[in-house]
């Protein structure tokens, strides 16, 4: 089992040389488990802030269990700046499990600005699992940028599961407002506010936010979905939020 309690502030700097084609990878909080849970309780301020030549990778709180549960309750705003000459990928919050299910309580900020030279994939809230669900609860703002070169692509909230199981469940809870921004200049521009997949299990999305997406591809195409549920057994939508695309 992995268990973490953070109260205080953190700052995370990651920089490569500007003469090589390097990668850089900065995480606030990552708690690793392989047969126990993997907890997080956080409050302090995470800062995260990548310049790369090469891939650049950001993580607010990474999550992971691969036979447990993980868990993560988040109060403290998470800021995620990434500059990338090769691929970007940033997460305020990710929780993964191979066979187990996830839970994320947030109440803080998020807010992400990426520009990548190659494709870039954002998302506020990340969970993924291949054999469990999850039990998504956010109050907290998400705000997300996504500018690339090639594809650019952004989900405030994002689910996935392949449990294949009717019985498992997703169930996500938003009153946060939730802003994305995705610019392509040669490529695929997506935007998302929920975006949620099941395959074969049971989903519910329950949204009293405000969800404003604006999408741009300047030679592509360019997508956006306020909220998506798919690949489910069921799903159920309610929503009494605004929701305004571009």
Same mark, same amino acid.
């Not at 126990?36 to 030549?53: F, L």
């Not at 074969?200 to 949204?207: A, F, G, L, P, V």
């Given at each position: 089992?992995?268990?973490?309690?953070?109260?205080?502030n953190?700052?995370?700097?990651?920089?490569?040389?500007?003469?090589?084609?390097?990668?850089?990878?900065?995480?606030g909080?990552?708690?690793?488990?392989?047969?126990?849970?993997?907890?997080?309780?956080n409050?302090?301020i995470?800062?995260?802030?990548?310049?790369?030549?090469?891939?650049g990778? $950001?993580? =607010?709180?990474?999550?992971? !269990?691969?036979? %447990?549960?993980?868990? /993560?309750? +988040?109060? *403290? #705003?998470i800021? &995620?700046a990434a500059?990338?000459?090769g691929?970007?990928? $940033?997460? =305020?919050i990710?929780?993964? !499990?191979?066979? %187990?299910?996830?839970? /994320?309580d +947030?109440? *803080? #900020?998020?807010? &992400?600005?990426?520009?990548?030279?190659?494709?870039?994939?954002l998302? =506020?809230?990340?969970?993924? !699992?291949s054999? %469990?669900?999850?039990?998504?609860? +956010?109050v907290g #703002?998400?705000?997300?940028?996504?500018?690339?070169?090639?594809d650019?692509?952004?989900?405030a909230?994002f689910?996935? !599961?392949f449990s %294949?199981?009717?019985?498992?469940?997703?169930?996500?809870?938003?009153?946060?407002?939730?802003?994305?921004?995705?610019?392509s200049?040669?490529?695929?521009?997506?935007?998302?506010?929920?975006?949620?997949?099941?395959?074969?299990?049971?989903?519910?999305?329950?949204?009293?936010?405000?969800i404003?997406?604006?999408?741009?591809?300047?030679?592509?195409?360019?997508?956006?979905?306020?909220?998506?549920?798919?690949?489910?057994?069921?799903?159920?939508?309610?929503?009494?939020?605004d929701?305004?695309?571009?």
């Amino acid at each position: 089992e992995s268990n973490v309690i953070n109260s205080g502030n953190i700052n995370v700097m990651a920089h490569t040389s500007l003469n090589n084609f390097n990668s850089a990878e900065a995480q606030g909080i990552k708690s690793f488990a392989n047969t126990g849970d993997s907890i997080v309780a956080n409050d302090g301020i995470i800062h995260i802030d990548i310049a790369s030549t090469g891939t650049g990778l $950001a993580f =607010g709180i990474n999550a992971y !269990s691969g036979y %447990g549960d993980v868990n /993560v309750q +988040n109060t *403290g #705003d998470i800021y &995620i700046a990434a500059d990338a000459g090769g691929m970007a990928i $940033a997460s =305020g919050i990710e929780v993964s !499990s191979r066979t %187990g299910n996830g839970a /994320v309580d +947030n109440s *803080g #900020d998020i807010i &992400i600005n990426v520009e990548s030279e190659s494709w870039a994939s954002l998302h =506020g809230i990340k969970s993924y !699992s291949s054999g %469990g669900g999850f039990d998504i609860a +956010n109050v907290g #703002d998400i705000a997300l940028s996504s500018v690339a070169d090639s594809d650019a692509d952004a989900a405030a909230i994002f689910t996935q !599961s392949f449990s %294949g199981n009717a019985s498992i469940e997703t169930l996500v809870e938003n009153t946060g407002d939730l802003t994305v921004t995705a610019n392509s200049s040669y490529g695929r521009s997506s935007a998302r506010g929920i975006s949620t997949f099941g395959q074969n299990s049971s989903i519910s999305i329950e949204n009293a936010g405000d969800i404003n997406l604006l999408s741009e591809a300047d030679q592509g195409y360019a997508n956006a979905f306020g909220i998506l549920a798919g690949g489910a057994y069921e799903a159920a939508v309610f929503n009494s939020g605004d929701i305004n695309i571009e």
